[in-house]
């Protein structure tokens, strides 16, 4: 069975989510009511599907990548609705922000792990995942209450990954749709 590329579906997924949380943490949005769906959806579901074709592809890449993002933003959304109190206020009381400061770091060690491995693909997805990985760590060092310079740095990061992934996967998606490199993604000479 011929099966589809899957990278397009996860990086609009990750492109998307990263965009409209970077408008809250930029404060050009307010609250996290309407950036929950495109967390739960596009963050979460899109980048788990693309993660289950990737195993089916053995891609190891996009598999564990695709499945560790998409399940870190299901857990973002739940984060948030125990933030704002949805699932009770003994959570909402009992919720410890350096918890999440926790993740962050267990998050930067996978990304950098992939970050690693990128080096024998090319240089967007190099520079993508050096830019989660500096969003990983800007986000737990807010967590753990080191300076508001932290949320700042996560926010224009964000919006950095964003782009960059709105570049791969238009690359990614026009050069396999051509079959013929229409947008570059810097390939590293052996």
């Not at 740095?153 to 998606?173: G, N, R």
Request: aromatic fraction near 16%.
């Amino acid at each position: 069975m011929n099966l589809p590329i899957p990278p397009p579906l996860g990086l609009f997924g990750l492109a998307m989510v990263t965009l409209v949380a970077s408008s809250q943490k930029l404060g050009l949005t307010e609250g996290l009511s309407f950036v929950m769906p495109w967390a739960f959806f596009l963050g979460g579901l899109a980048q788990l599907m693309a993660c289950i074709y990737d195993f089916k592809q053995n891609n190891i890449f996009g598999a564990t990548a695709f499945g560790a993002y998409g399940l870190f933003w299901w857990g973002v959304c739940v984060s948030w609705l125990i933030k704002m109190g949805v699932l009770g206020e003994i959570l909402h009381h009992a919720a410890d922000v350096r918890q999440l400061g926790f993740a962050f770091v267990g998050y930067f060690i996978l990304s950098f792990v992939l970050a690693v491995s990128t080096i024998k693909m090319n240089k967007v997805m190099l520079l993508l995942m050096s830019l989660i990985c500096i969003l990983f760590l800007a986000l737990a060092a807010d967590a753990f209450g080191e300076g508001s310079i932290w949320k700042q740095v996560a926010a224009y990061d964000e919006l950095a990954i964003s782009l960059v992934t709105f570049y791969a996967l238009a690359a990614k998606y026009l050069n396999t749709f051509f079959g013929k490199t229409m947008l570059p993604m810097g390939a590293f000479k052996a």
